[in-house]
C-alpha cells in the first residue's frame, strides 16, 4: 500500500500568512493527488484534485502542484475561514485510497 | 445540489451487526462510484469500502475485510454497509461519499459506538 506522509503535523499562523503544506507519498503516484479540508464536527470538504484541480466553488488563495512522490497544498494569503485539518489523498494504486495523517492549521 | 445523508449508526455491543445506509440525491447515482470512510474518534481519515455505479466491483479495506459489506439500490438512489462482528476499534464516524475526480462530495456522517 502506498503511504502518504504529510509535514508538519500542526502550524500556528496568522492571518494573511502564506502556509505551506506538505505531501509526500511513498511511492510515484504521479499526479494522483487530492487535498480535502476539515472543520471541526464537518465532514472533509474537496478543495484541489489531481494534484492542482481547484474544485468548483473553492477560492484561489488555494492552490496545489507536485508530481510523483512530492506534493504541496498552498494557501496564498490564510483567512479566518481557513483553520482547520487538511488532508492528502493518493487515487493512484487503489485499492486503498489512503489519507495522510493530517496537518492542523491554528491561529498564531 | 447534491446531497447525501446517512443513518443507522448507534451503539452497538462488541460482536454486534449494525447496517448504515445512505440516501443521495442531486445527481444521476447509477452513473457514480460511492465509497464509504470512517474517522475515530480525533483521528484522521480512513478509507473503508468503494462499490461500483454497476454494482459489479467491490473494495473493502483490511481492516474491515470479512465483516463488512457494501451493496446498492440505484433505484432507491441509495448505498448501504453491513458491518458484522463489530469491534471496539471500528468506533468512528461513518461518511459515505461519491468517488469523481477526488472525493467530491461527503455525507455529513453517522457516529457508530461499539461498547459494552
Known amino acids: 500500500d502506498i503511504q502518504m506522509t504529510q509535514s508538519p503535523s500542526s502550524l500556528s499562523a496568522s492571518v494573511g500568512d502564506r502556509v505551506t503544506i506538505t505531501c509526500r507519498a511513498s511511492?510515484?503516484?504521479?499526479?494522483?493527488l487530492s487535498w480535502y479540508q476539515q472543520k471541526p464536527g464537518k465532514a472533509p470538504k474537496l478543495l484541489i484534485h489531481?494534484?492542482?484541480g481547484l474544485q468548483s466553488g473553492v477560492p484561489s488563495r488555494f492552490s496545489g502542484s507536485g508530481s510523483g512522490t512530492d506534493f504541496t497544498l498552498t494557501i496564498s494569503s490564510l483567512q479566518p475561514e481557513d483553520f482547520a485539518t487538511y488532508y492528502c489523498?493518493?487515487?493512484?494504486?487503489?485499492?486503498?485510497?489512503?489519507f495522510g495523517q493530517g496537518t492542523k492549521v491554528e491561529i498564531k | 445540489e447534491v446531497q447525501l445523508v446517512e443513518s443507522g449508526g448507534g451503539l452497538v455491543q462488541p460482536g454486534g451487526s449494525l447496517r448504515l445506509s445512505c440516501a443521495a440525491s442531486?445527481?444521476?447515482?447509477?452513473?457514480?462510484?460511492m465509497m464509504w470512510i470512517r474517522q475515530a474518534p480525533g483521528k484522521g481519515l480512513e478509507w473503508i469500502s468503494y462499490?461500483?455505479?454497476?454494482?459489479?466491483?467491490?473494495y473493502y479495506g483490511d481492516s474491515v475485510k470479512g465483516r463488512f459489506t457494501v451493496s446498492r439500490d440505484n433505484a432507491k438512489n441509495s448505498v448501504f454497509l453491513q458491518m458484522n462482528n463489530l469491534r471496539g476499534e471500528d468506533t468512528a464516524i461513518y461518511y459515505c461519499a461519491r468517488d469523481d475526480y477526488g472525493t467530491d462530495f461527503w455525507g455529513q456522517g453517522t457516529l457508530v459506538a461499539v461498547s459494552s
Open positions: 462499490i461500483s455505479g454497476s454494482s459489479s466491483t467491490t
Open positions: 489531481a494534484t492542482s
Open positions: 511511492q510515484n503516484i504521479a499526479t494522483f
Open positions: 442531486g445527481f444521476t447515482f447509477s452513473r457514480y462510484a
Open positions: 489523498q493518493q487515487s493512484y494504486n487503489t485499492p486503498p485510497w489512503t
